[in-house]
């Protein structure tokens, strides 16, 4: 496994890999543009490209945007490192609070802390998104991560 993965903002000149990232698995590629969108890029310490992931922020909630790890470092521990890295990203930004939806991964953010919750059950400003009310299909598991409170105190 990659311990120590680096996270940097996905540049204007990596917008194509994002949208065939996402198209190659099967994920959302509309609505990624807008005031509360953020998309990352993970890199290995020697500087190889694992993923890439996302998230939209609305004060203590976020919601993760299509997290893609490469073929190559899928199994590795590298999904969970994007994860945690993420959650990072959006407690030093506010958020206490990760949301996602899935139609094919609950096991694997099961495995990392997340848990099922019902669509009702979900804040209205994450409700409210396009991914949430729009593109997501309405039978995509909705789940929760509190942002671990080690996070909160850096």
Do not use: W
Request: include cysteine.
């Amino acid at each position: 496994m990659t311990d120590q993965l680096t996270i940097a903002p996905l540049g204007q000149s990596d917008e194509c890999l994002l949208a065939g990232l996402l198209l190659a698995n099967e994920l959302v590629t509309e609505d990624l543009v807008g005031d509360n969108k953020q998309f990352f890029t993970f890199h290995t310490a020697e500087g190889k490209r694992v993923g890439i992931g996302g998230l939209e922020l609305y004060g203590e909630d976020a919601l993760i945007r299509s997290i893609v790890t490469l073929d190559s470092f899928r199994g590795a521990g590298c999904g969970g490192e994007i994860i945690r890295l993420l959650g990072d990203v959006a407690c030093r930004q506010g958020a206490c609070n990760l949301y996602l939806l899935t139609t094919t991964a609950a096991p694997f953010f099961l495995k990392h802390g997340f848990e099922e919750v019902e669509r009702q059950d979900v804040p209205e400003s994450i409700r409210g998104t396009e991914e949430f009310s729009r593109l997501c299909p309405h039978d995509a598991v909705a789940m929760v991560r509190r942002i671990p409170q080690k996070h909160m105190a850096e």
